[in-house]
């Protein structure tokens, strides 16, 4: 007997920031190498329009994007900032999310008074009066999360921020924070791709499922690394994707991406790449098909030991 593809449902086609929330393009675009190069607001807004064109809406950035170890702290926001400046018409076409939290040298911070502030330089850096999803970028351990979710609750209320999200967080920092929100998380964005597989083990996926998140994968290609793979562990990795890419007529990273989306608690890839033509291929995530025996073909290659 052949065996049937993974539902389509678990590809949903459109999906939403938390149950029934904001809804958004399966695939997000990420601005985290957005300033790099010295990128000029031209050539930004040419690889905003190739995200919105190729039906990518769910834009992703953060206050540190631009950040380069000594200064470059909120370029990335500021370039956006300018390409809705030059277009304005653009804002409506997209749903925006940013994040804040980490300062350097200060490594994370999430007191209420440097929250409210990160939060306002945010929407002042990308001028706009609100963004759609804000995100804690990594959890600071010195704050009590009693605080941090008075201070969210707050910016929802005073419409700066539309919902609420984490990054890099543990299940039990998700979960306390959530706990003492009255305005609950919509996401949670965990490092995953078929090089990082920790997330469909360890409880996190199964958490998001069971509290309503939206999961959004960063580094989904591994920041490059499963485009050119090096280490025998990665070329395995690939090869398992090669053998569906080539079935389906896509590249490997678009099968990546698909690989990614296949998983039933919705995950949303965020493609860092900033080429325009890599970009608008993304979207060819979405007529990708998976059978079971196909996805943990590729989970096995990335345990590197067979299943139990
Ligand atoms: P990625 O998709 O894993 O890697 C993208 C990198 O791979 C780019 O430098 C891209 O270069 C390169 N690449 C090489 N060949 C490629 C190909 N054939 N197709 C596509 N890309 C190729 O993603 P990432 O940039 O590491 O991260 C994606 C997003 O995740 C970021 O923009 C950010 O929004 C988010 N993120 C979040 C966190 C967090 O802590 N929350 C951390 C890191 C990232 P080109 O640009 O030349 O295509």
């Known amino acids: 007997m052949s065996e049937l593809p993974l539902p389509p449902e678990s590809r949903v086609l459109g999906r939403h920031l938390g149950a029934g929330g904001i809804e958004v393009s399966p695939l997000a675009w ?8 010295g990128r000029s607001a031209a050539d930004a807004a040419k690889l905003v329009h190739a995200a919105l064109d190729a039906g990518i809406t769910f ?10 170890g000594n200064g470059g702290f909120g370029d990335a926001e500021v370039l956006l900032g300018e390409v809705l400046a030059a277009e304005p018409g653009l804002r409506d076409r997209m749903v925006l999310a940013t994040k804040g939290g980490i300062l350097p040298p200060l490594p994370y911070d999430q007191s209420a008074d440097y ?30 999360p009693q605080e941090t979710a008075r201070v969210l609750d707050d910016v929802v209320a005073s419409g700066k921020v539309r919902s609420l999200g984490v990054s890099n967080f543990t299940i039990h920092q998700t979960a306390a924070l959530n706990h003492l929100l009255g305005t609950k998380l919509v996401t949670t964005q965990p490092e995953i791709s078929a090089l990082r597989i920790d997330c469909f083990e360890n409880g996190e996926l199964d958490q998001a499922m069971m509290l309503g998140l939206t999961p959004m994968a960063w580094s989904p290609l591994g920041g490059g690394r499963l485009a050119v793979p090096e280490t025998p562990r990665d070329k395995a990795v690939a090869a398992a994707l090669d053998s569906v890419a080539e079935a389906q007529g896509v590249s490997r990273t678009v099968c990546a991406y698909s690989w990614l989306m296949a998983h039933p608690a919705g995950i949303i890839p965020i493609i860092g790449s900033q080429n325009a033509e890599r970009i608008a291929e993304s979207a060819e995530a979405l007529k990708v098909r998976w ?12 345990r590197g030991v067979p299943l139990p």
């Open 30 to 37: 990420g601005m985290w190498r957005l300033a790099d190069n």
């Open 59 to 68: 834009l992703d950035t953060a206050d540190i994007y631009g950040f380069d």
């Open 115 to 144: 929250l409210r502030k990160a939060i306002d330089d945010s929407l002042a850096r990308l001028k706009v009066d609100s963004v759609d999803l804000w995100q804690i970028h990594r959890p600071d351990i010195l704050a009590h």
């Open 291 to 302: 059978t079971r025996t196909d996805w943990y073909a590729v989970l096995v290659a990335a």
